[in-house]
């Protein structure tokens, strides 16, 4: 989480939908206390695990040091979204992030690489 934090200090950045997914972390985590790693385990992503390991405290201190070190979309030199938000959209350089596996999701990294237009950084 550290390496995160110094990477939000480090650009200005937007996030797309920052917002809607801060309200969605705030509410599940509040959800997640009462279940148990088998109910966590059927989500499809890793969002619940990983809120299952902080404390509403620490996603707080998280979220509010995020939104503190964004920006405007016009002032922004990185601009983050999901592959599924940035579908139909493209730009010069684009990176695509380490928790992709382009063996197991194919069609999404496929989307993921068609974005970029000159640059693709594959982490």
């Known amino acids: 989480m550290e390496t995160f934090i110094k990477y939000c200090k480090r650009y200005k950045k937007w996030i ?6 801060s309200n969605k972390m705030l509410k599940l985590i509040d959800a ?11 989500f499809e992503d890793d969002l619940p695990k990983f809120l299952s390991s902080i404390t509403k405290n620490e996603l707080e201190n998280l979220l509010d040091t995020i939104e503190n ?3 405007s979309f016009t002032d ?5 979204y999901t592959i599924h938000s940035y579908k ?8 695509i992030a ?3 596996d382009g063996d197991e999701e194919e069609n999404l ?13 594959d982490s």
Not at 32 to 42: P, R, S, V
């Open 16 to 21: 797309n939908n920052f917002e809607k997914q």
């Open 32 to 42: 997640i206390q009462y279940m148990d790693d088998d109910e966590i385990k059927l």
């Open 69 to 71: 070190n964004c920006v």
């Open 76 to 80: 922004a030199t990185c601009k983050m």
């Open 88 to 95: 139909g959209l493209e730009d010069d350089i684009i990176k």
């Open 98 to 100: 380490d928790d992709l």
């Open 109 to 121: 990294y496929y989307v993921a690489l068609t974005r970029g237009k000159k640059i693709i950084i």
